[in-house]
């Protein structure tokens, strides 16, 4: 089912934290189904973007439309699956009670709301843990819980901020299989990280520094068009540091 | 070396947050200013009604500092007590004067009896002559007996059911945004209004049990005078917590964490106890008697008052329920536009 229309279109986006200018000129888009990640590195406005893609920050200046819809729009919220950096749970609940909590507010219920619970959490490999307090769980299995919560009802986009950091190797291949599942289900996924070795898994990367964007291919066009044989040394060229 | 790093760490932070170090200094002075004014407010002058026949009282009376106010005839010599304009009227029953206390202010019972003594002692000897018994002393509220905890207590129900309700609301719904999960929560379709009145549902439930328990525990246990229906105390320590629940969430988004939080107490609660009828407001300033208007404790304080020293109904406190409505309200109405903030939509 291929979609002629990308999921997302950013145009000339600027965002200024008052004279601070964090993204400069931003302009890229995704197309459905794909895995589309942002490599860059730490302060570089990874976040601040997805912000932007998600609607609760506001663009400076420029345009990002969503599925058609010119953001930020709170409708657009129902169908997008969000992972926030850092992980927003309410540690002294259970996962349980957690994941009943944003089903609700997504408007999952009865049957349905029990099954996809049972469902994520099979998916990030939780399902032992559900009746445990939040605040009992090492920092992956948050993570976790964190990606299991943005799946639950099924939005057919994922803005997922550093969805792997902390988690083991094992389950980070496990946690990329079902995100490839889903893509071929029709869920486009955006996801940023600063690990080289995960960018390489994604359709099509954009790198970006200091708020500038500086390429936008899929891996392997990237490391052909610098003549790189590693991510990390096609993003040292694009940087300048390696001519 | 290490004792130096750490304190120099403090230093520094204090140096970073510039609202608490403004708060040690000047919260202090603000509360020591308000001290100084309730309690170096003038002496309380008593309000004396006074009775036709009883007249020969006005003069010493009035020499005594006294507020006095002749009345035509009982009724509305009475109506005057009743509605709180006077603290006690004064007739005389052949020669023996007769005075009824308003009774619910310990304070101005003193200051009325006190007056009234030396005005006896000082009437000339002429008049005296009419004036041959020691007054009869009756009480409209309230009785002789009256503790100060009896005029105290209800403001302090309506201050500790504030204070504790403020605080915690405020905490939560801050801890809310420090931990990400107000960002979290914005990320959804859940509107900002419905995040509010969430907010006022989820604590509104608590506060129930909390006005009951505080409601039976002063009037049963502290034995409280309680005058008037339990079905009302109930009713303003509850819209008493909404006030405060509302207003502690919307003051939240202006403290960056618990400390800051508060920090709010001297801010904004302790004004409130000064200025809630804890002690007599006739004899502060009049801008700072208008300043007690507009805050919500002010009118739990009266309200509670009215029901529990004075047994009165619905009429009297219907006010007092409005102004804690519409505070409740007002204050939701900012915490929405407040969210704002976090998120446009
Ligand atoms: N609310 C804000 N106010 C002011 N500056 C901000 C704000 N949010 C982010 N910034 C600035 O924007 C820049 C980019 O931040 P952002 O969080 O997007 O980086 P990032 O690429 O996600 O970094 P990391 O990999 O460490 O998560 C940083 O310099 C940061 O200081
Ligand atoms: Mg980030």
Known sequence: MKQANPVITVTHVDRAFGSKKVLKDITLQVEHAETFGILGPSGSGKTTLVKLLTGIDEVTSGEINVLGVRMPKLAMLQQIGYMAQSDALYTELSAKENLEFFASLYGLKGGNRTRRIRDVMELVNLQEHLRKRVDQYSGGMKRRLSLAIALLHEPPLLLLDEPTVGIDPVLRQSIWKELKALNHKGTTIVLTTHVMDEAEKCGRLAMIRDGVLLAVDTPAGLLQATGSSTIEEAFLYYGGVRP | ?345
Not at chain 2, 116 to 142: D, H, R, T, W
């Open chain 2, 1 to 345: 070396m290490r004792i130096r790093a750490i304190t120099l760490r403090i230093l520094q932070q204090f140096i970073h947050d510039k609202r608490t170090m403004a708060l040690m200094f000047i919260a202090p002075l603000l509360v020591l200013s308000l001290m100084s004014l309730v309690f170096n407010g003038d002496a309380y002058e008593p309000k004396i009604g006074v009775a036709p026949g009883a007249a020969v009282f006005s003069t010493a009376l009035e020499a005594q500092k006294a507020e006095i106010t002749g009345y035509d005839n009982d009724e509305s010599g009475n109506a005057a007590l009743q509605a709180g304009d006077i603290d006690a009227y004064i007739t005389m029953k052949g020669t023996t004067p007769e005075i009824m206390l308003e009774g619910s202010n310990p304070a101005a019972n003193r200051a009325v009896m006190m007056a009234l003594q030396e005005a006896m002692q000082s009437l000339q000897p002429s008049a005296a002559g009419s004036v041959q018994n020691q007054p009869q002393i009756s009480y409209l509220y309230g009785a002789e007996d009256m503790k100060t905890i009896d005029r105290f207590g209800p403001i302090m129900i309506g201050v500790f059911v504030f204070f504790f309700v403020f605080l915690i609301a405020g905490v939560s719904f801050l801890r809310e945004r420090t931990t990400g999960t107000l960002e979290r929560l914005l990320s959804t379709p859940l509107k900002r209004w419905e995040i509010v009145l969430g907010y006022v549902c989820g604590f509104g439930i608590f506060t129930v049990f909390q006005a009951l328990l505080i409601s039976w525990f002063s009037i049963q246990v502290l034995g409280i005078m309680m005058a008037g229906s339990f079905g009302y105390v109930l009713l303003m320590t509850l819209l008493l917590s909404m006030s405060a629940l509302t207003l502690g969430t919307l003051l939240s988004a202006f403290a960056a964490n618990e400390l800051q939080m508060i920090q709010f107490i001297p801010l904004v609660i302790v004004p409130q106890i000064f200025l809630s009828g804890l002690f007599p407001l006739d004899t502060l300033p009049l801008w700072l008697q208008r300043v007690g208007l507009a805050t919500p404790i002010y009118y739990g304080a009266q309200a509670l008052m009215d029901i529990m020293i004075r047994g009165k109904g619905w009429n009297d406190i219907a006010l007092d329920v409005f102004m804690l409505i519409g505070f409740s309200l007002l204050f939701m109405l900012l915490n929405v536009l407040a969210l704002r903030k976090h998120r446009k939509m």
